[in-house]
């Protein structure tokens, strides 16, 4: 039961790639020799706790070692919650304790020769060479690996400093008067914490923001020979899509990595499709952290248009979520026993770079309805009464005109088990003088309560999307009795503290009630979009929880392909099961539908903590702030 890290020193901090390692790893009267980082990480993970390096060294075999670490592994955790167990124990925070058998369940994981057969890899077994003595093993690995494991081994030996807030229980003392007191200032404090950030995070409805928009928006427009009747003119809009480089640098400055992508884009068609209305949301200037979200939903990198070049050369199947295998007709995606997804239409005023369907999404010109394959599909949700919501999305189906929609909301709203029609549109965020009038009663003489229900399910990203264009389309839907609601994808661009936080807060203040965070889906091109989801975790818990539960009404998910979604706040629906060699967390997924059939379950590698806190640190966040991260699985 030796193992426990000595406390930080406040004396020496160690640079990984620019990244100061976070000074509770230091020892306290320990000098090291400075090697490599690599190698003072090593050093610094046995200091963590050298009882585990003990075992590995006197082990006769991976095997041994792997059963006398379970056999550690099991005492410490007896240990913990035994009323019998030395001081120490009995003295550590509850908190701790917990946080202390999370930690342990995990390396339990870890060194299981299941998950090392499932992933392919064996971190013990990198542990254990190291231990040994054969250095060479070290260069197999990252600096994120061994970072996982110095978080898991402070973690197991209840040191994870978890605990740098204020004691919140009153004295036995206090009266209930001062005890109310004290408390409402604790959660001042957080409430002050969180605004703090918020003044960080602009919106579209900023007068200066709205501002420097309308000058660029203005020389849009004379770009186009355009005249503000057509800006406010959806057909204006899609009929002037922005889908070359030479717009784009013509009317704002792009960065050097911008412009090489997109003329990469352009070389081997990729599609680029930007409305000019969303394109003036563009920070003149160059990119910038009020922009860069906005950026880089349109703009694709060198790294993913690389990737779908290589993909589409190699033959690789960019349908990560498995939709050929859930379509029992075309047009139809089924994943769940009452609702399924109506795709009349395969393209979108503006194409996402981090797309679900970059795969069967067309640019605008070849885009097109398939009538026999809608009549067929129609017909089918008619023949099964099981159903009893649409989601009529695909593509984006308010590309189409109202005559259609009309026809289509007819179609649909004849079937009698059919009592909700949800319309997945991004066109209130990427062009929202598509939502007229006109269409606003259209979608209304549908939107009977009592009888079917008509919704909108719309995709904001980020603060700077809500424009007072885009609030005035919101409202016109409001107006006509049905709700609005938000999916967003958690992605890098707007995971730092609270920036998810304050999206909330802007959407529900503008009537739209935030419904669904998604993970990023796993797809090698999307790798800049990608963030840990123990940062997902986090957001929930720290950020999301300290909004009033109208505002916090998402739940943050992981679609799992082939079978649907899968929520992201119990150990019963995933599980880390692997350190891979460059520090990502592997894990894996139960199904949602688990406890009520045999169901296979889904192995996900994730992006590594450590390189997304590198890449925070590069763009001038604190990495401290997010110093709990390693103990959200």
Same mark, same amino acid.
């Given at each position: 039961?030796?193992?426990?890290?000595?406390k930080a020193?406040?004396s020496?901090q160690f640079?990984?790639?620019?990244?100061?390692?976070?000074?509770e790893?230091n020892?306290?009267?320990?000098?090291?020799?400075v090697?490599?980082?690599?190698?003072? #990480?090593v050093?610094?993970m046995w200091?963590t706790d +050298?009882?585990i390096?003990?075992v590995?060294?006197?082990?006769g075999g991976?095997e041994?070692?792997r !059963?006398?670490?379970?056999?550690?592994?099991?005492?410490?955790e007896? +240990?913990?919650?035994?009323?019998h167990?030395?001081?120490?124990f009995?003295?550590?925070?509850m908190?701790?304790?917990?946080?202390a058998?999370?930690?342990?369940?995990?390396?339990?994981?870890?060194i299981?020769t299941e998950?090392?057969?499932?992933?392919g890899?064996s971190?013990?077994g990198?542990?254990?060479?190291?231990?040994?003595?054969?250095?060479?093993?070290?260069?197999?690995?990252?600096?994120g690996?061994?970072?996982?494991?110095?978080?898991?081994?402070?973690?197991i030996?209840?040191?994870?400093?978890?605990?740098?807030?204020d004691e919140?229980?009153a004295?036995a003392d206090?009266?209930?008067r001062?005890?109310?007191?004290?408390?409402?200032s604790?959660l001042?404090?957080y409430a002050?914490k969180?605004n703090?950030?918020?003044?960080?995070?602009?919106?579209?409805?900023?007068?200066?923001?709205?501002a420097?928009? !309308?000058?660029l928006?203005?020389?849009i427009?004379?770009?186009?020979?355009?005249?503000q009747?057509?800006?406010q003119d959806?057909?204006?809009?899609?009929?002037?899509i922005i889908?070359?480089?030479?717009?784009?640098?013509?009317l704002v400055?792009?960065?050097k990595d911008e412009l090489?992508?997109?003329?990469?884009?352009?070389d081997?068609?990729?599609h680029?499709?930007?409305?000019p209305?969303?394109?003036?949301l563009?920070?003149?200037?160059?990119?910038?952290?009020?922009d860069?979200?906005v950026?880089a939903?349109v703009?694709?990198s060198?790294?993913?248009?690389?990737?779908?070049v290589?993909?589409?050369?190699?033959?690789?199947?960019?349908?990560?979520?498995?939709?050929?295998w859930?379509?029992?007709v075309?047009g139809?995606?089924?994943?769940?026993p009452?609702?399924?997804i109506?795709k009349?239409?395969?393209?979108?005023?503006?194409?996402?770079v981090?797309?679900?369907r970059n795969w069967?999404?067309?640019g605008?010109?070849?885009?097109?309805v398939?009538?026999?394959?809608?009549?067929?599909?129609?017909?089918?949700?008619?023949?099964?009464?099981?159903?009893?919501?649409?989601l009529?999305?695909?593509? !984006?189906?308010f590309?189409?005109?109202?005559?259609?929609?009309?026809?289509?909301?007819?179609?649909v709203?004849?079937i !009698? +088990?059919?009592?909700?029609?949800r319309?997945?549109t991004?066109?209130?965020?990427t062009?929202?003088f598509r939502?007229?009038?006109?269409?606003a009663?259209?979608?209304?003489?549908? +939107?009977?309560?009592g009888i079917?229900?008509?919704c909108?399910?719309t995709?904001?990203?980020h603060?700077?999307e809500?424009t007072?264009e885009?609030?005035e389309a919101?409202q016109?839907?409001?107006?006509?009795g049905?709700s609005v609601y938000n999916q967003?994808?958690?992605?890098?661009?707007n995971s730092?503290?609270?920036?998810?936080?304050?999206?909330?807060?802007? #959407?529900k203040?503008?009537?739209?009630d935030?419904?669904?965070?998604?993970n990023?889906?796993g797809?090698?091109e999307?790798?800049?979009?990608?963030?840990?989801?123990?940062?997902?975790?986090?957001?929930r818990k720290?950020?999301?929880r300290?909004q009033?539960?109208?505002?916090?009404?998402?739940?943050p998910?992981f679609?799992?392909p082939?079978?649907?979604k899968?929520?992201?706040?119990?150990?019963?629906?995933h599980?880390?099961?692997?350190?891979?060699p460059?520090?990502?967390?592997?894990y894996r997924?139960?199904?949602?539908e688990?406890?009520?059939?045999?169901?296979?379950?889904?192995?996900?590698t994730d992006v590594s903590?450590?390189d997304y806190?590198?890449?925070l640190?590069?763009?001038g966040?604190?990495?401290g702030?997010?110093r709990?991260?390693?103990y959200?699985f």
């Amino acid at each position: 039961m030796s193992g426990i890290t000595p406390k930080a020193s406040k004396s020496r901090q160690f640079r990984l790639n620019s990244i100061k390692v976070p000074q509770e790893l230091n020892p306290r009267n320990t000098r090291l020799v400075v090697k490599s980082p690599k190698e003072d #990480l090593v050093e610094l993970m046995w200091l963590t706790d +050298h009882t585990i390096k003990k075992v590995l060294v006197m082990s006769g075999g991976l095997e041994e070692a792997r !059963d006398r670490l379970f056999d550690y592994l099991n005492s410490l955790e007896r +240990h913990y919650f035994n009323v019998h167990s030395e001081q120490d124990f009995k003295d550590l925070h509850m908190l701790e304790k917990n946080n202390a058998k999370e930690c342990i369940r995990v390396l339990k994981n870890v060194i299981r020769t299941e998950n090392e057969h499932l992933t392919g890899f064996s971190a013990l077994g990198v542990l254990y060479d190291i231990a040994k003595g054969r250095t060479s093993a070290i260069n197999n690995v990252t600096e994120g690996f061994f970072a996982e494991f110095i978080y898991l081994f402070k973690g197991i030996n209840g040191k994870s400093d978890i605990l740098f807030g204020d004691e919140l229980q009153a004295s036995a003392d206090e009266n209930n008067r001062l005890a109310s007191v004290n408390r409402s200032s604790q959660l001042d404090h957080y409430a002050r914490k969180m605004n703090t950030y918020f003044t960080r995070y602009h919106t579209g409805l900023e007068p200066e923001i709205r501002a420097r928009r !309308d000058a660029l928006k203005a020389e849009i427009m004379a770009h186009f020979g355009a005249d503000q009747a057509d800006w406010q003119d959806f057909g204006w809009q899609m009929k002037h899509i922005i889908t070359d480089h030479r717009t784009l640098s013509a009317l704002v400055k792009l960065e050097k990595d911008e412009l090489e992508a997109l003329k990469y884009a352009e070389d081997n068609h990729i599609h680029v499709q930007i409305t000019p209305y969303y394109f003036s949301l563009f920070n003149k200037a160059g990119r910038s952290g009020d922009d860069r979200a906005v950026r880089a939903q349109v703009l694709p990198s060198m790294g993913y248009c690389k990737t779908v070049v290589k993909n589409r050369q190699s033959d690789v199947d960019m349908d990560f979520m498995g939709e050929k295998w859930t379509s029992p007709v075309e047009g139809i995606t089924r994943r769940y026993p009452q609702i399924l997804i109506l795709k009349p239409y395969d393209s979108c005023p503006q194409i996402c770079v981090y797309c679900q369907r970059n795969w069967e999404i067309k640019g605008i010109d070849h885009a097109g309805v398939k009538k026999d394959s809608l009549r067929n599909a129609i017909q089918w949700i008619k023949d099964n009464e099981s159903i009893s919501e649409v989601l009529i999305t695909g593509g !984006d189906p308010f590309t189409l005109n109202d005559r259609y929609i009309d026809a289509l909301l007819g179609r649909v709203s004849e079937i !009698d +088990h059919v009592e909700r029609i949800r319309i997945g549109t991004r066109t209130p965020v990427t062009v929202p003088f598509r939502i007229t009038p006109e269409l606003a009663d259209i979608l209304k003489q549908y +939107h009977q309560p009592g009888i079917r229900e008509v919704c909108i399910v719309t995709h904001f990203e980020h603060p700077m999307e809500m424009t007072p264009e885009s609030l005035e389309a919101v409202q016109r839907i409001r107006q006509a009795g049905m709700s609005v609601y938000n999916q967003q994808v958690f992605t890098y661009y707007n995971s730092r503290r609270y920036e998810t936080a304050k999206l909330r807060k802007v #959407l529900k203040i503008c009537g739209i009630d935030p419904y669904y965070t998604f993970n990023t889906k796993g797809k090698d091109e999307t790798v800049d979009f990608r963030v840990p989801i123990a940062r997902m975790e986090q957001e929930r818990k720290e950020e999301a929880r300290l909004q009033p539960g109208v505002v916090r009404t998402d739940e943050p998910v992981f679609n799992v392909p082939k079978l649907g979604k899968s929520h992201l706040r119990a150990w019963q629906d995933h599980e880390v099961i692997m350190i891979m060699p460059g520090g990502q967390r592997s894990y894996r997924f139960y199904p949602w539908e688990s406890k009520l059939a045999i169901c296979d379950t889904y192995i996900y590698t994730d992006v590594s903590i450590f390189d997304y806190l590198r890449r925070l640190n590069a763009d001038g966040e604190d990495v401290g702030e997010y110093r709990s991260i390693w103990y959200y699985f």
